[in-house]
């Protein structure tokens, strides 16, 4: 941490859920800088793997996935707001993941929070030519 001081296990938790590429990038921000980043939102485990489901049974994971996803947004939505930031699609998508864009200090307000198990940097695919 900037301050030198020792880690907390509050900041051990908020660490965990950033990489350290991504960390190494928000200490370097400015404070009022935004980027974007998905928010992998904490979500109750699927049922039971490894059997063939019909595509009725992954449309109705899937829907259960959004929707449980969908209950954490009121608290992501309110840090965005506190701190800066703004989320950019409407529903999680079927991993339970939104697109955010936010500053630092929202980036690690969300990772502090118990509704979200990661974040990860937006960053763009090419194809190689």
């Not at 928000?26 to 019909?54: C, F, H, Y």
């Not at 630092?104 to 990860?120: C, D, E, F, G, Q």
Request: hydrophobic share 40%; charged share 30%.
């Amino acid at each position: 941490m900037q301050n030198g001081g020792p880690m907390t296990t509050n900041d051990r938790s908020k660490r965990s859920k950033i990489s350290a590429g991504l960390a190494a990038r928000l200490e370097q921000m400015r404070p009022k800088d935004n980027l974007r980043v998905i928010v992998m939102l904490s979500i109750p485990a699927p049922g039971k793997g490894g059997r063939r489901t019909s595509s009725e049974d992954r449309d109705a994971a899937v829907q259960a996935v959004k929707e449980s996803a969908g209950n954490a947004f009121s608290e992501v939505d309110d840090i965005l707001e506190r701190f800066g930031g703004r989320r950019l699609a409407d529903s999680p998508d079927a991993f339970g993941a939104v697109p955010v864009k936010a500053t630092a200090p929202a980036i690690y307000a969300l990772a502090r929070s118990r509704k979200v198990k990661a974040i990860l940097e937006d960053q763009s695919v090419q194809l190689a030519s």
